[in-house]
């Protein structure tokens, strides 16, 4: 069956370590997006991509990279920069256009904590 | 204020309970969609409208655009409905079809 994957599901890291996320999907979607979910919020943007090596960066990118090598990847890095790095992250795929409607997928999603 | 409201925050209810969940939005937007989250993380699609009404099983969604608000309702409930459910706004604004989400209300259903 078509989906995203996302591994692992627990990451537990040292403080000033680089983490790296990853995001798998089959649906052949264009464009996919990181998001952070913390408690008692909304899930807010964090890098998406609409092409293969495009991406832009969402409402909180500082201390995050991206990249877009392939169309079936869109891997996330939290770097030793992002000051409060531990939340749940979920990463979504894109569907249809214009007239047809725009569908989502998510993933499970990964808990990060950084100790 | 955030541009995407939920009420309630919190609710629960016994089993078979007619549930009501609200969103409003304060911006001009081209679509809105209902997602589920379980205990585990992960969210599943449940509606996307934008316009009228859409029912599917024990689920059904309205839309109301000039008074720029939704309605998630939930008949004869069940624990396993028992998540948190999510409001999320694509703004005509975003040419990228950005999502602007509402931070969620926890449903838990008791037997």
């Known amino acids: 069956d078509g989906g995203i994957t996302q591994s692992p599901k627990y990451l537990f890291r040292k403080e000033g370590q680089n983490v790296t996320l990853s995001c798998e999907q089959n649906?052949?979607?264009?464009?996919m997006y990181w998001y952070r979910q913390d408690p008692g919020q909304g899930l807010r943007l964090i890098y998406y991509s609409q092409i293969v090596n495009d991406f832009q960066k969402g409402d909180i990118a500082e201390g995050y990279s991206v990249s877009r090598e392939k169309k079936e990847s869109f891997p996330l890095t939290v770097t030793s920069a992002q000051k409060n790095p531990t939340a749940f992250y979920l990463c979504?795929?894109?569907?249809?256009?214009?007239?047809?409607?725009?569908?989502?997928?998510f993933g499970s999603g990964t808990r990060l904590t950084v100790v | 204020k955030n541009e995407v409201e939920q009420s309630p925050q919190n609710l629960t209810a016994q089993e078979g309970e007619f549930i009501t969940i609200n969103c409003s939005y304060s911006?001009?937007?081209?679509?809105l969609h209902w997602l589920q989250q379980h205990p585990g993380g992960g969210i599943v699609s449940l509606f996307m409208l934008s316009s009228g009404k859409k029912k599917h099983g024990r689920l059904i969604a309205t839309i109301n655009i000039q008074e720029k608000h939704s309605s998630l309702h939930i008949t004869a409930s069940h624990p396993r409905d028992s998540a948190v459910y999510i409001c999320a706004v694509r703004s005509v604004n975003q040419g990228a079809q950005k999502l602007v989400f509402g931070q969620g209300t926890r449903l838990t259903i008791n037997p």
């Open positions: 649906l052949n979607h264009d464009a």
């Open positions: 911006v001009g937007i081209s679509a």
């Open positions: 979504a795929s894109r569907t249809g256009g214009a007239g047809l409607g725009y569908g989502y997928t």
